[in-house]
């Protein structure tokens, strides 16, 4: 009886799950950020290739 008394007040595993979901929101957040980041700069860069090539806003050849 005594062990499950001790089981019960144990609270290490609380803290260790509170810190893999906070690492997991971190990670969502980054992960979002950083598609964000990824399809702005696609943007940035295809519209540089568009001057470069003569081919301005994107309009076909």
């Not at 803290?15 to 940035?44: F, K």
């Amino acid at each position: 009886m005594n062990i499950f008394a001790r089981f019960a007040q144990d609270e290490s595993g609380a803290t260790a799950i509170e810190y893999g979901l906070i690492a997991a929101l971190i990670s969502v957040g980054i992960i979002v950020a950083v598609s964000t980041l990824g399809n702005t700069l696609s943007g940035v860069f295809t519209d540089i290739n568009n001057r470069l090539t003569g081919n301005p806003a994107g309009t076909p050849p």
